[in-house]
């Protein structure tokens, strides 16, 4: 997924094209390491559940927790790496991840888990932003043009490669290990990436770097945290008093981190969520569909994973492969996007894909419906293709919808503001679908399936309607 790019001054023009294809490489595992690991994990969660003892809300925290970190420090990453150097930052957060990615390894409980996957998001949210931002800075015209593309390619076939990676190394069971070289595979891979940065990627970082907004971020993390806890928790503890007073609060949260934004941007700062960027009609009605869409995204890959292995009985490595039937459409759609925003627009194409992801998803609702218990993979696999293809239609062409009217020199800012809500909106759909499915499927699992798969559909056509009222780019 994009990441912020920073202020687009960067420190002097002489370090354009310095960066050669061996330092565009490397900084691709800075991309691939953090996304394999926040969709990797769905493909163990069943053997994490029997593994530590976890119940299905540390399972919600186990993903969603990376997330969260992940969304709330992912601008501040950027803008650190603007101020003191893009490589260094690079290199403090890869460390971190590898130290994290061994905690998470070597986790005897499932708390030990959940607070190394926190340190991870928040680690990944240092190392992602770098590459891009190093891309922008160091190459120039198809050789910045191509690293890019790679750079979205990557993010894209994370989803794939990391479900079959997870899958394989659960399987293959080394050691009687299980789960845990999903995470330690980090660490050699990391480990050469962090000897090899220093010679092959240049320093640089921005001319004029912008405030790090430190005070927006933990007014963001209080008000994400005071949705995902009682959400994530309250359903399986009976809803106690904390969860209720945690989650009215909430509202109020949100209200005062808007108030920190505000004063922020009137003192001349770049607030984290800046307020003139979010009072721009493209943004305010794109994020108001992309939300729920990431949302819907996040709670049907959760949900997904648990239905085809607690469900289905489907071991890691069939798992992994089930999400092939979307994951391969997904991809071809992406490459194919620019041709059809080209020929129909970008409002029409993400109608189309909010159609077809509301096709889609009734095609699985109806399939598992109709054969529970007896549904086999390849029988879903027509379903999933076009929820793939949806998915890759509204993604694509609502980015480009969001950041239309978003003026040249808040680009980064804006791309910064959107890649936190999706980031966000991932965790909250975990929290929110994925709890209303644990607490539904033990009244039956088709049942289940249906019910929160039904939301999904209801908010891809209500993304189909809306994307109607969203203003059209002019290229």
């Known amino acids: 997924m994009p990441a912020d790019l920073g202020h687009e001054t960067q420190a002097g023009s002489s370090e354009a094209s310095r960066l050669s294809n061996l330092g565009i490489g490397l900084l691709l595992l800075g991309v691939l390491l953090p996304q394999i690991n926040y969709f990797g994990v769905n493909v163990a969660l069943n053997t994490i559940r029997r593994s530590l003892g976890a ?20 601008v501040i990453g950027g803008r650190l790496g603007d101020r003191y150097g893009r490589r260094r930052v690079f290199t403090i957060g890869l460390i971190g991840f590898l130290v994290a990615s061994l905690g998470c390894g070597l986790a005897p409980s499932a708390v030990l888990l959940l607070v190394s996957r926190i340190v991870q998001g928040a680690c990944a949210a240092l190392v992602v932003p770098q590459v891009v931002a190093t891309y922008h800075a160091t190459l120039t015209g198809t050789r910045r043009a191509q690293a890019q593309s790679l750079y979205a390619a990557a993010a894209g076939s994370a989803i794939v490669i990391g479900q079959l990676v997870g899958g394989l190394l659960v399987t293959a069971n080394i050691a009687g290990s299980g789960w845990r070289p999903i995470f330690l595979i980090n660490i050699p891979i990391g480990l050469l990436a962090l000897a090899t940065a220093g010679r092959v990627v240049p320093e640089n970082r921005s001319a004029h770097p912008v405030s790090i907004d430190a005070l927006g971020a933990l007014a963001l ?19 106690p008093l904390w969860s209720l007073i945690t989650l009215a609060l909430a509202p109020v949260l949100g209200a005062a981190t808007i108030a920190v934004e505000r004063r922020a941007e009137r003192r001349g700062l770049v ?8 009072g721009l009609s493209s943004v305010r009605r794109g994020l108001s569909l992309h939300l729920p869409f990431m949302l819907g995204y996040g709670a049907f890959m959760f ?48 109608t189309l894909g909010g159609a077809a992801l509301a096709v889609g998803l009734g095609g699985l609702i109806a399939t598992i419906s109709l054969l529970w218990p007896h549904v086999g993979l390849l029988i879903m696999a027509p379903s999933l293709a076009v929820i793939g293809t949806g998915q890759a239609l509204v993604f694509g062409s609502l980015f480009r919808l969001i950041l239309a009217e978003v003026p040249e020199h808040h680009a980064g800012t804006g791309s910064g503001v959107l890649v936190t809500v999706q980031q966000a909106g991932l965790a909250l759909g975990v929290a929110t679908l994925g709890t209303l499915y644990t607490a539904l499927d033990s009244h039956g699992i088709a049942g289940a399936i249906a019910i929160t798969t039904g939301i999904q559909v209801l908010i891809a056509a209500a993304i189909a309607v809306g994307a109607r009222r969203m203003p059209s780019p002019l290229s």
């Open 55 to 74: 119940s299905p809300a540390d399972l919600e925290l186990i993903v969603a927790g990376y997330g969260t970190a992940y969304a709330i420090l992912l």
């Open 221 to 239: 993390a209080a008000t994400i945290s005071a949705l995902l806890l009682p959400l994530t928790l309250g359903q399986s503890d009976h809803w």
């Open 271 to 278: 607030p984290l969520l800046p307020p003139a960027v979010l």
């Open 303 to 350: 949900v997904f994973a648990l239905v085809l292995q607690q469900g289905l009985h489907a071991d890691p490595l069939r798992a992994g492969l089930a999400t092939m039937p979307m994951a391969v459409p997904f991809l071809i759609a992406s490459l194919y996007l620019p041709r059809l925003v080209t020929r129909l627009g970008a409002r029409n194409v993400t």
